[in-house]
């Protein structure tokens, strides 16, 4: 899903792969399941957020429902409590809000003047 909306993915088995690749950089954002073999989603984004506080991380459950306890994911999403549509929304807004707004870069059409407009 996300590949066919321009977004590319780096699917690893465990944490420990997870954090490797991260370290080596080029990493925008962060989906985690929380239960992963070895080390649980949570502890995942823990690292990644040591490492790099500003990067985006979502952190999903099948099994757990709601959760309360204390996490540095910026988003977590029950499995099959959201429609395909509102993850990707959400990612996006997560992506904008890490990269900040755009830039209006001025070029020189854009500083052309209009001198009809400037003589009424």
């Known amino acids: 899903m996300l590949e066919t909306r321009g977004y590319r993915v780096i699917a690893c088995t465990t944490a420990e792969e997870a954090i490797e690749i991260f370290k080596a950089g080029g990493i925008d954002l962060v989906l985690s ?3 992963l073999p070895g080390r649980d989603g949570q502890k995942l984004i823990e690292e990644v957020k040591i490492l790099s506080p500003q990067t985006p991380a979502i952190l999903f459950s099948g099994k757990v429902k709601f959760y309360d306890r204390e996490c540095r994911a910026d988003l977590f999403l029950p499995k099959g409590q959201y429609a395909p549509i509102e ?9 904008i809000r890490k990269r900040g707004p755009k830039r209006i870069v001025l070029t020189p059409a854009m500083l052309v003047r209009d001198e009809r407009l400037a003589a009424n």
Request: aromatic letters at 8%.
């Open 33 to 35: 399941d929380f239960v």
């Open 87 to 95: 993850l990707l929304e959400r990612i996006r807004l997560l992506l």
